[in-house]
Structure formats: structure tokens, C-alpha cells
């Protein structure tokens, strides 16, 4: 553990000195506090929380973003090392590949998570002073926060898994790019369009988990957009949230398997990848 | 005594190309060897198999008695090396960066001040490696492979970028790791820098060992043979009337003659000139022609 926690600490202190940290925790909380108070400006009016529109707002923010930012930071994680000649260097020291993959996960994910904490938490606290919402919504944001950090986790993980795999960091690039549309863009599209195209029939409401459950985004946005009465009502999802049968503990644990399976095929690939 | 790094009859091969191709290879305790060849000789491949970051395709390794691609820490904990172009994260200082792989290779930290002065970057070792010149980050990249006395130093073109009094002070240390029995492997282009300064010399084309011996049998081996030079009036009009016994002396621009002969003949040679010869001067072939001879393939592998 000793040589993961040492390549970890690296990774987050190089994402500290070159600005990542800095960058990402600036964009998120520009965003979040936008979005907090030219979203949430209605509320006074409709009496809703402006919390919990707040977390709406939060959500399909983080549905694009964390998923690219995680991405970015990911993609030339290995291939890039290898490429600049560090990688070599670094594997002829005591430690395994599995440490180094994990070491960098840590590391990026610690630097995801300082980022959305701190922008995320400007903006809870910023309508927590002016009397934000109440516990179940404030579990509500908390949980937000959280599971925006395990999708960040996931997408660092697949870009680890593309990092592993190709030969040059504009593959990687491309790949990268290519993952963040297909998961964000296209695949609630082209699953609408298949809803759409058969009116529903032959895909059931299982199906329909699975296929929900196939895509992080989608598990991210149930879990927090139908997970709460209070926020799925003002999500516009309330009726999805009845008809979904996933419980939140399903799709935390598709999240989390999200992060385990192309971390654990990272390992895999680079522990055969000759350097 | 086992070796400290083995190699039987190593391949490797990059799709329909062999970078390395039956090549064997000793390295005892306390014995510093040069790995000599152009580029794609095979001299970066060998040295990567040795660490394990390559495969070999035919044939066997063995580091300290294990095989590198298992991953043996502690084995690793007891190599250094410094690949060709090292580079380093250019964000972190001189002295963090040093910090970082002795943190891996759990050695304490207060030593690495020292490390850095002995490289001559005492100085230089709060900037960041971004600003570093080439010589500089070859000199760190030195201080990171002496990182806790390792037992073998596997070192990729090490001097390039640094100036002589650093190679001289770098040759130094070399020499006591060696007093201390560790096992050196140094690749150079340059088979002359590595005079007096190795054991033993292995010469690579084109991925296969050409030839493997100290410098004195190299220069045997290559088939270019010493010259006899000498500066004699008796001799000159002798060999202008064709008369024996100097009828294989060249006679060359400045009344000189040469005669190209075997290492061993020369004593003889001397004690049969005549009396009035001057200027006796035996030439040698430069080791950048023993070189150059083993790459033509005129060489014969020792």
C-alpha cells in the first residue's frame, strides 16, 4: 500500500502545482453558483426549495462535465508516461503495475474530489446562509456531491482503460472524446429513439433497468434525480421514479462496478503491455 | 558465484523485426561492462529485458537469480537505472523528484542532498526539472539510479550531455560502486569513451552480439592489425631495388616505411632494423576502427 499511497501523493500534488485542482474547482463552483442563483431564482415565488432545484440543476451539470473532466485527466495517464519515457523508469523501481494503476486512480480521483467538494460546497453553502432546504434535501446534496465523485471515478477508470490500451495519446484523445459523447449524448438519444421507434413494446421495465444501469450517467442521474421525493418531483421524474425499479443501492452498486471492472481490465492490459 | 545478470541466447522481435537475436550475456559482481552499437543495435532492448519492462521472445534472463519480468521487489530495490533520454515530471524540483524514487525504494531522504552534489546540482536542486538543460537532467537522472547503492547499474548511454570533468567525476563513481561489488552495464555509441574505464566490451549490430572480450583482444579480433612505422635510408634503398628481406615494407610519402604485421611479430621486428632506423613508432588500430570493423562485419565475435 506504502508505494500506491507514495505514487498517489505525486499524482495529486502534480494536479495541485499544475493547476488542475485549481481549473476544475473554479469551473465547477462558477457553474454550481449559476446555477444555484439564476436557477434557483423562481423559488421565492413557488415555494420550493432552492436546494433542491439546486441538486436538479447540479446533476445535469455534473452528467456533462465531471464525466469530460475526469476524462481529460485521464487520458494519457499511462500511454502518456510511457511516451514521454517515465513510465519505463518508474516500473524498473519496486513496484507493481497494479500499484502504479491504483496509485494514479487514488490520485486523480483525491483531485476530482478537493475540486467538486470545494465547488459544489461553495454553492450548498452559499444557499445554506440565505436558508436552503431541509434534511432530507440537504442528504439529498450530500449525496450529490458523493456519487458526482464515483462518476468522475468511473470515467477516470475508463480513460485509464483506453490509456492502457492504445499506442499514442492522440488515440487515446480521440477515444476518450469518443466515450464522453457516446455516454452523455448518444446513448440516451439512441435508447429514446429505440422507446420511441417501438412504443414500448418487447422492452419492459426490467429491460429498461438494465439498460439504465448500462450507462453510468443514466444510473448517476436515477440515483439522484428519482432517488428523493422532493427532488424527483421538481426533476420532472417523478413518474420515471415510479416506474423504475431500481432501489439506490442498485445503482450505487452499478456505479461502483462502473469503476471496478475497467479499472480491474486497466491492470490487466498494462500488466501484459510491454513498455 | 552466480552471475548478477544472465542472459542465454535472448530474442526479442518487434513484428518481422529482431531487435535482439541469441545474444549471451555475463555480468559478475563487481565488473563494469560497455554495450556497444549504433542505434537499433539492440543495446536499449537488452537492457529492458534485463529489467523486465520487455519479454524476451527466445531464451532466458536471470537478475540476481530471478526472472526481471516477475517483478521481484526485491530485486528491483537492488537495480539502478538510467534509460536513454531520461525525462522527468517537469513540474516537480530537482530534489522532490529524487525524493519521490527514494521514497519507493524506502531509502532515507537525508541522504539525497548529498546525492545531488555528488552529480554537481546542488544548486540547481530547488528549480524544477522543466528548466533543466539536457546534461542536467542526464545528471539526475544519474543521482536516481546510485539511489541506495544498488547492485547492478544498468545505465542507457549515460554520459551523453555531460561535459568531461562531469564524465570524469562520473567515471569516479562508477569505480567505487565497483569497489563495492556492484555489477555495471553501460551502453555507449562510443567505444573510445569506454577505454579504461570497462572490463570487458560487447559490441552489438543490428540486434547480435559481434563480439564480447576486454579491449586488448578486440583489437585482435577485428583483423585490423598494428603498423610498423620507421624511418630508415639503408631500408628505403633496399626496398626501391625490390631486395629481401624488407620487400613488405610500404614505403610512404616522407621516406618513411610501414609494414603491417601481427602483435606478436613486432618485438622481433625491432631487434632485426637496421642500425641507422629512427622514428620507430608502432600504430595501433584506434578503437573507432576496431569499432567500425566489427560493424562492417570484418570482426571476429571473441
Not at chain 1, 166 to 190: E, K, P
Not at chain 1, 217 to 222: E, M, S, V
Not at chain 2, 102 to 121: C, P, S, T
Request: glycine share 10%; proline share 4%; charged share 15%.
Amino acid at each position: 500500500m506504502r508505494q500506491t499511497t507514495i505514487i498517489a501523493a505525486k499524482e495529486l500534488r502534480d494536479g495541485l502545482r499544475n493547476r488542475w485542482v485549481l481549473a476544475i474547482t473554479l469551473l465547477l463552483a462558477v457553474f454550481a453558483l449559476t446555477l444555484a442563483f439564476l436557477g434557483a431564482a423562481p423559488t421565492g415565488v413557488v415555494k420550493v426549495s432552492p436546494l433542491g432545484v439546486t441538486i436538479v440543476s447540479l446533476s445535469s451539470l455534473t452528467v456533462f462535465l465531471l464525466p469530460l473532466i475526469a476524462l481529460l485527466l485521464s487520458y494519457d495517464a499511462i500511454v502518456g508516461e510511457i511516451d514521454r519515457g517515465t513510465m519505463g523508469l518508474l516500473l524498473a523501481y519496486p513496484v507493481a503495475r497494479w500499484q502504479v494503476v491504483l496509485g494514479k486512480f487514488l490520485g486523480h480521483c483525491a483531485i476530482l474530489a478537493i475540486a467538486t467538494v470545494v465547488g459544489y460546497g461553495v454553492a450548498g453553502l452559499m444557499l445554506g446562509l440565505n436558508g436552503g432546504g431541509d434534511a432530507e434535501t440537504w442528504r439529498a446534496f450530500a449525496m450529490l456531491v458523493a456519487t458526482a465523485v464515483l462518476l468522475g471515478a468511473v470515467f477516470i477508470a475508463l480513460g485509464y482503460l483506453v490509456s492502457a490500451t492504445v499506442r499514442d495519446c492522440g488515440t487515446a484523445g480521440g477515444i476518450a472524446i469518443g466515450i464522453w459523447l457516446f455516454f452523455v449524448l448518444i446513448y440516451d438519444m439512441a435508447l429514446l429513439g429505440l422507446l420511441v421507434a417501438t412504443q414500448g413494446q418487447g422492452i419492459d421495465g426490467s429491460v429498461l433497468n438494465w439498460l439504465l444501469l448500462a450507462n453510468p450517467t443514466d444510473a448517476f442521474r436515477l440515483f439522484n434525480l428519482a432517488g428523493t421525493p422532493g427532488v424527483a418531483s421538481l426533476s420532472g421524474l417523478s413518474g420515471l421514479a415510479a416506474q423504475v425499479q431500481l432501489r439506490p443501492a442498485a445503482m450505487a452498486g452499478a456505479l461502483m462496478l462502473w469503476v471496478l471492472v475497467p479499472l480491474a481490465g486497466t491492470v490487466a492490459v498494462f500488466s501484459r503491455r510491454q513498455v | 558465484m552466480s552471475p548478477t545478470i544472465e542472459l542465454s541466447a535472448v530474442g526479442k522481435r518487434f513484428g518481422s523485426h529482431w531487435a535482439a537475436q541469441q545474444v549471451d550475456l555475463v555480468l559478475h559482481q563487481g565488473s563494469c561492462v560497455g554495450l556497444v552499437g549504433h542505434n537499433g543495435a539492440g543495446k536499449s532492448t537488452l537492457i529492458k529485458i534485463m529489467l523486465g519492462l520487455l519479454r524476451p521472445d527466445t531464451g532466458q534472463v536471470r537478475v540476481l537469480g530471478v526472472d526481471p519480468a516477475s517483478g521481484h521487489a526485491a530485486v528491483r530495490a537492488t537495480l539502478g537505472y538510467l534509460p536513454e533520454n531520461v525525462a522527468f515530471q517537469s513540474s516537480m524540483t530537482g530534489i522532490e523528484t529524487l525524493n519521490f524514487y527514494a521514497r519507493l525504494k524506502r531509502q532515507d531522504l537525508r541522504n539525497n542532498a548529498e546525492l545531488l552534489e555528488r552529480v554537481g546540482l546542488a544548486d540547481a536542486s530547488r528549480n524544477r526539472v522543466g528548466t533543466f538543460s539536457k546534461g542536467m537532467r542526464q545528471r539526475l537522472g544519474l543521482a536516481q539510479a546510485l539511489l541506495g547503492r544498488p547492485r547492478a547499474l544498468l545505465l542507457d548511454e549515460p554520459t551523453t550531455g555531460l561535459d568531461p570533468a562531469l564524465r570524469q567525476s562520473f567515471y569516479e563513481i562508477l569505480r567505487d560502486l565497483r569497489r563495492d561489488g556492484a555489477a555495471i552495464l553501460l551502453s555507449s555509441h562510443a567505444l573510445a569513451e569506454l577505454e579504461g574505464e570497462v572490463d570487458r566490451v560487447v559490441v552489438m549490430n543490428h540486434g547480435r552480439k559481434m563480439a564480447d572480450g576486454n579491449i586488448h583482444s578486440l583489437r585482435s579480433y577485428s583483423g585490423i592489425w598494428p603498423r610498423l612505422r620507421v624511418r630508415t635510408s639503408r631500408m628505403l634503398r633496399m626496398v626501391a631495388n625490390g631486395s629481401n628481406p624488407w620487400s613488405d615494407w610500404q614505403p610512404l610519402p616522407g621516406g618513411m616505411l610501414e609494414l603491417t604485421c601481427e602483435e606478436a611479430d613486432i618485438p622481433h621486428l625491432l631487434r632485426t632494423l637496421p642500425a641507422d632506423a629512427r622514428d620507430v613508432e608502432i600504430v595501433r588500430p584506434s578503437l573507432d576502427e576496431v569499432y567500425a570493423a566489427f560493424l562492417r562485419g570484418e570482426g571476429t565475435a571473441a
